[in-house]
């Protein structure tokens, strides 16, 4: 059975960091591309980043760019992302899944079939 499991949002303080993760439980995610979307309260689902299977191409949210950053860990089944300056405009259920067009673009969640639990990140005073 294929699941994606995500962890390590919380409460933050505007200007805080989070490093969200994305793990894989019955595969690895190596050989595919991988996205995060967040969906704030009252908000339609977006877009944040994704990268490609190979990591080495990563595309992210205009409003999310120079603060977030997508990554691979060196475990084959981890995907992570790494959240500075947040904002409390960040404040969103966080989910990580497949990315279909090989992180070619934007990510968006039209593209994506299924959702996981997502984690948590609330960003306030």
């Known amino acids: 059975q294929l699941q994606l499991v995500e962890s390590g949002g919380g409460l933050v303080q505007p200007g805080g960091s989070l490093r969200l993760s994305c793990a894989a439980s019955?595969?690895?995610?190596?050989?595919?591309?991988m996205s995060w979307f967040r969906q704030a309260p009252g908000k339609e689902r977006e877009g944040v980043s994704c990268?490609?299977?190979?990591?080495?191409?990563?595309n992210y949210a205009d409003s999310v760019k120079g603060r977030f950053t997508i990554s691979r860990g060196v475990a084959k089944n981890t995907v992570y992302l790494q959240m500075n300056s947040l904002k409390p405009e960040d404040t969103a259920v966080y989910y990580c899944?497949?990315?279909?067009?090989?992180?070619?673009?934007?990510?968006?969640?039209?593209?994506?079939?299924?959702w996981g639990q997502g984690t948590q990140v609330t960003d306030s005073s």
């Open positions: 990268i490609s299977s190979n990591g080495v191409r990563t």
């Open positions: 019955g595969f690895t995610l190596d050989a595919y591309a």
């Open positions: 899944a497949f990315d279909p067009f090989n992180c070619v673009g934007a990510p968006l969640p039209d593209n994506i079939g299924s």
